[in-house]
């Protein structure tokens, strides 16, 4: 991939620790080859930008908790008005876990391995009786939107755009199918954190881990950047809707940093049962298997819901130049 350099790195000095110079261009978004919500291909062009060399770890989260006292949304029990209808044993301080079933079950039925786990959080990722103890350097899981937002204002950062997000997942590639290259497991070697085996049942845990990993466990990617690609999930800024929109601009009207779909229209039309405005998550997660979820890959995309947590996404924070004196 060739891309244009709008600032140089030379006279952008970084404000934080742990943050990388990712120097913006021109690249095309997205894939026409995999699930449907990924099209269709479109060239889009994002400015440089500063971005955590990993996803925040549960240490970096617990300094902020520490320091201001922040309360994640998934230890709060609902407001029964938002949530009309509502069955009882859903208000309640709870988050979503992934539990492995037994043996084989249909793929169809997400809850035969999601589970509603009563105070589960960031510090209990299993509920209670789990605990993140030796767990510092892993990426901190079960947080909202609003978490997510909090930590970014706290330290002076924001979150990226999916354009930004997938921009710097490519590590400078294009047109290969992963953020290393054409091969999922070259050599057979794993790249990332993600699930092999049968899913969900049978994880034989060939790259090591079979829940979430130390940030660093793997080789970056072009940029410099570790666990863009499975791990955890992360939240981006950007308001999911169900394609990306088509490309009908002329090569001069590229897209410049787009923010994506407005609120209003992160909706699925074809989901009317979900009512929640959702953003888009992206780099799939330890839990992404080629047998049903195959989302390692930096065009992957999903919708989440901004008032659910779960034990397989976290977030990674960004400086765009503008936000730096």
Not at 115 to 133: H, K, L, Y
Not at 185 to 209: C, I, K, M, S, Y
Not at 219 to 238: K, R
Not at 269 to 274: A, L, R, S, V
């Amino acid at each position: 991939m060739t891309t244009e350099t709008f600032t140089s790195i030379d006279v952008v000095p970084a404000l934080h620790p742990g943050m990388l110079w990712i120097p913006g261009g021109n690249f095309r978004m997205g894939s026409d080859h995999h699930y449907p919500e990924e099209k269709p291909s479109h060239r889009v062009t994002v400015d440089g930008f500063w971005m955590d060399a990993t996803p925040v770890t549960n240490a970096q989260f617990r300094a902020f908790a520490d320091a201001t006292g922040h309360v994640t949304f998934c230890e709060l029990p609902p407001d029964p008005k938002d949530y009309p209808g509502a069955l009882p044993e859903m208000l309640r301080a709870a988050s979503s876990v992934f539990v492995a079933p037994p043996g084989r079950v249909s793929l169809r039925d997400h809850f035969q391995w999601w589970a509603f786990v009563a105070d589960a959080n960031w510090r209990q990722p299993q509920g209670p009786g789990s605990s993140i103890a030796g767990k510092d350097d892993h990426p901190v899981v079960h947080l909202a939107w609003s978490d997510v937002e909090a930590y970014a204002k706290w330290a002076g950062k924001e979150i990226a755009t999916e354009a930004e997000w997938e921009f710097a997942a490519r590590g400078g590639l294009e047109g290969t199918e992963y953020a290393w290259g054409s091969e999922l497991a070259p050599g057979g070697v794993h790249q990332a954190n993600t699930w092999q085996g049968e899913f969900p049942w049978q994880n034989l845990a060939e790259d090591g881990f079979a829940g979430t990993s130390p940030v660093r466990s793997f080789a970056p990617n072009g940029y410099g950047l570790h666990d863009m690609i499975g791990n955890v999930w992360e939240w981006t800024q950007t308001w999911y809707s169900p394609r990306h929109p088509d490309e009908k601009l002329k090569a001069c009207c590229i897209p410049v940093n787009p923010r994506g779909a407005p609120k209003e229209q992160s909706f699925d039309p074809g989901m009317p049962e979900i009512p929640i405005p959702r953003k888009v998550m992206k780099g799939g997660s330890h839990l992404c298997a080629p047998n049903y979820c195959r989302r390692y890959r930096p065009a992957a995309r999903m919708p989440q819901p901004v008032d659910t947590s779960t034990s397989h996404l976290g977030f990674r924070c960004i400086v765009r130049l503008q936000a730096q004196p």
